[in-house]
Nanobody, 124 residues
Framework: QVQLVESGGGLVQPGGSLRLSCAAS????????MSWYRQAPGKERELVAT????????RYADSVKGRFTISRDNAKNTVYLQMNSLKPEDTAVYYC?????????????????WGQGTQVTVSS
């Protein structure tokens, strides 16, 4: 049974940091590119960051470049999203995704497995 379980969300003040984790099971984690998406109320889902199977390549949305870092540990079947200098506009539900396709296809639209999401709220 495939599972993606996100954790680490919460309430943080502007300028603060959070680290999201996504623990995967039920599939060959090292064969999947991993991504973080987010969706704010009333807005479309946004691809935030993607990391390829070995971690050799990453891609970020312009809105988070220089502030967020995606990483993975294939030995632990876990992907992370380190979020620094958080802004109120980062408030959203963050979802973990596992996609077996190459990055050039992932950026056109998601497929694969999804987690249940974790809420991130940036507010003073």
């Amino acid at each position: 049974q495939v599972q993606l379980v996100e954790s680490g969300g919460g309430l943080v003040q502007p300028g603060g940091s959070l680290r999201l984790s996504c623990a995967a099971s039920g599939f060959t984690f090292s064969s999947y590119a991993m991504s973080w998406y987010r969706q704010a109320p009333g807005k479309e889902r946004e691809l935030v960051a993607t990391i390829t199977t070995t971690g050799g390549s990453t891609r970020y949305a312009d809105s988070v470049k220089g502030r967020f870092t995606i990483s993975r540990d294939n030995a632990k079947n876990t992907v992370y999203l380190q979020m620094n200098s958080l802004k109120p506009e980062d408030t959203a539900v963050y979802y973990c995704n596992a996609d077996p396709r190459p990055l050039r296809l992932i950026v056109r639209g998601p497929e694969g497995y999804w987690g249940q999401g974790t809420q991130v709220t940036v507010s003073s």
